[in-house]
């Protein structure tokens, strides 16, 4: 939507993103997420912040089509991680495998989706 992890200019990737590598860009996310899983069968998609019910519902769709999914969600820590209107979809759907919190660009943490629930 808002261009941030790879920008288009011109309909030319500002960033060698590598081959094989598409990127719809300028889009609302969940229209994207939709056109990437019905029109170029990903391996995997990649996209940053949920930001409403459109998308996490785009979001699982793509993963009910086998796609798999690599996302970002802005927090503090996982306190604050959990306190995110989202967050309970998200770890009740067992979409995601993995949550890895960063801290200053480097790997701080990696929870399993299961120790939530532990």
């Known amino acids: 939507e808002r261009m941030e992890i790879c920008n288009c200019v011109s ?5 060698d993103m590598g081959v094989g590598c598409d990127c719809l860009s300028g889009i609302k996310k969940a229209d994207g997420i939709d056109i990437a899983i019905r ?8 996209f940053d912040e949920f930001s409403g019910k459109n998308e996490l519902k785009s979001v699982e ?3 009910n089509s086998g796609v798999k999914i690599i996302a970002s969600i802005h927090a503090k820590d996982v306190n604050d991680f959990l306190k ?3 967050t ?6 067992k979409i995601f495998d ?3 919190f960063l801290k200053d660009f480097k790997v701080e943490k ?3 989706s299961g120790e939530f629930y532990d």
């Not at 309909?11 to 960033?15: D, H, V």
């Not at 309970?88 to 759907?93: D, R, V």
């Open 61 to 63: 769709n793509c993963f």
């Open 88 to 93: 309970q979809y998200i770890l009740t759907s």
């Open 11 to 15: 309909g030319e990737m500002a960033f």
């Open 84 to 86: 995110k209107p989202s």
């Open 39 to 46: 029109t170029m069968a990903p391996d995997v998609v990649i």
């Open 98 to 100: 993995y949550f890895v």
């Open 110 to 112: 990696i929870i399993q």
